[in-house]
């Protein structure tokens, strides 16, 4: 175990630590089964059941490692966030939603988060082989004309008026200059060897009565 039994919340629908004190725990595996069954008499006790309380389902065994598996308890959320990261725990593997963090006592978040970090950026949203796929891609895309649309982000009036915009486009020059990207990169004109800016190279080539797309960026 990692923390005290004395970093937790004093609640006792939602305590490890009274249950820590209760039994002699040797591994997260058994402070997880004696939570689970503490929270479910307690909500017996207490008559909270998923009809009136949000409460969400716990499978006993993670699903993210067994399957769905047809035994488990309604919880409420704090509760089921809990379980969660003690499953994790337990396993020494990713159990968790990122809506748990919010209800973990700080102890219990600090040992448990790291596995959800290193989970979502091998296999989540955060992955290179998601940032690397067309579904990537289509949400950016998506996302970028949701935003023209509704003005929101970069696209609003107030972003617009603000200095902040006038410092990021002075930023963004100044980048594409020292990369040579952007309006400062350098093209060729494929036809004549005509240098300088893309936009540039295209009306060269169609004032000369050529393809404006004739041209090869060299710099």
Not at 7 to 31: C, H, N, T, V
Not at 84 to 92: E, I
Not at 205 to 214: E, R
Request: charge should be positive.
């Amino acid at each position: 175990m990692k923390w005290g039994t004395d970093q937790f919340p004093e609640d006792s629908g939602y305590d490890p630590a009274k249950i820590f004190r209760k039994f002699i725990m040797d591994s997260y595996w058994d402070l997880y089964v004696a939570y689970v069954h503490h929270c479910v008499e307690y909500n017996k006790r207490h008559d909270i059941d998923p009809h009136h309380h949000e409460m969400e389902w716990n499978h006993f065994l993670p699903r993210s490692i067994f399957d769905d598996q047809p035994v488990g308890h309604y919880l409420l959320v704090k509760q089921h966030a809990i379980a969660s990261a003690l499953q994790t725990l337990a396993f020494k593997r990713n159990c968790m939603c990122g809506w748990h963090k919010k209800h973990l006592p700080e102890a219990l978040l600090s040992a448990a988060w790291p596995y959800f970090c290193r989970a979502t950026n091998e296999t989540g949203s955060n992955s290179p082989v998601y940032k690397n796929s067309p579904e990537y891609v289509q949400t950016r895309r998506k996302s970028g004309e949701n935003a023209v649309q509704q003005r929101t982000g970069v696209h609003s009036e107030e972003y617009k008026n603000s200095p902040k915009y006038t410092e990021d486009r002075k930023r963004g020059r100044e980048t594409q200059r020292q990369l040579g990207i952007g309006i400062y990169a350098v093209w060729e004109s494929t036809v004549d060897g005509w240098k300088g800016s893309a936009g540039l190279v295209a009306r060269h080539n169609k004032l000369n009565g050529w393809d404006p797309a004739a041209r090869v960026k060299i710099s």
